[in-house]
């Protein structure tokens, strides 16, 4: 049976909490222990036959995987591969659009990201260029896989505040895509207006708001973003506000934190440099 940190705090630690080994208890070392294999005779007060038995425990418990630390990265990746291997790849290409290909090894959805196409199969999503996606980026495209909606766009715009359920995430919109983007492009609308060309920002008209730049953006092909910028007025006192919109079946498509996480990845991409700067 493995060893956890309380089984490690009662039978093996010393409780004294005297700080030797650099942590504040005794219990927040064993922790430590277990998830991230620090050696037990990092505390100078275990007995040594207690040492000589316990950590060659921990080692085969190490071998064996048990109790340490997880890596949310690969397990949201297995949930949402699994979650999507249960859609019907002949399915996707009506639901969410792109085209099935064989491209020599078992089938695969192309489906248009950004500027790119991916090719999206069981254990793998690829660039055009042959480059792996992130892990994040692919826990997120097999969950818009899986979310199942088959709607088009219908053209009706709104913010986040609009769509139920988003409480939770509009302080995050606020400060990783919005705030971001007044930083970066106040008092500078041109470059704002060559990051939108790069990433295939359509021009909207966009009467009443009379944003300095309206763009909408396809980052897939059932997902439009609308972005509003409109730059800062230092001389009136008035700072450079943005406001991104989506379509109202997006929450057909994507789950609220993967709407978050697209508004992020679009900022991240107008924020980078052109690559021949
Ligand atoms: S050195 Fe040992 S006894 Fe002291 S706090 Fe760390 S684990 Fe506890």
Redesign the pocket.
């Known amino acids: 049976m493995a060893l956890s940190a309380i089984d490690i705090y009662k039978k093996i ?14 219990l ?3 922790s430590m222990v277990v998830s991230e294999k620090l050696p037990l005779d ?5 007995p040594a036959d207690l040492l000589a038995r316990y950590q060659p425990e921990l080692m085969d418990q190490y071998d064996a995987n048990k109790w340490t630390k997880r890596d949310p990265a690969q397990d949201a990746l297995t949930w949402a591969r699994k979650r999507a291997a249960s859609m019907a790849l002949a399915a996707l290409p009506e639901r969410i659009g792109g085209i099935l290909m064989d491209m020599g090894d078992g089938p695969c959805l192309a489906l248009p990201y950004f500027q790119d196409t991916i090719f999206i199969r069981e254990n793998s999503i690829q660039t055009q260029s042959g480059l792996e996606l992130n892990r994040w980026e692919q826990v997120f495209i097999y969950n818009h896989l899986a979310q199942g909606g088959r709607d088009v766009p219908t053209g009706k715009w709104k913010a986040l505040e609009e769509i139920p359920n988003t409480v939770s995430k509009i302080k995050s919109m606020r400060e990783h895509v919005e705030l971001v983007l007044q930083d970066r492009f106040a008092c500078r609308v041109s470059e704002l207006q060559a990051a939108a060309d790069r990433l295939g920002g359509v021009t909207q008209n966009n009467p009443g708001a009379a944003a300095d730049v309206a763009r909408v953006f396809q980052p897939l092909p059932r997902i439009p973003i609308f972005l509003q910028f409109w730059d800062a007025e230092p001389s009136e006192g008035f700072a450079a506000k943005t406001r991104l919109l989506f379509d109202e079946t997006i929450v057909r498509h994507l789950d609220i934190e993967s709407i978050l996480f697209l508004s992020e990845e679009l900022t991240r991409r107008l924020c980078e440099k052109p690559a021949n700067c």
């Open positions: 630690l010393p409780k004294t909490n005297c700080r030797d080994c650099g942590y504040l208890t005794c927040a070392f064993a990092k505390c100078p007060h275990i």
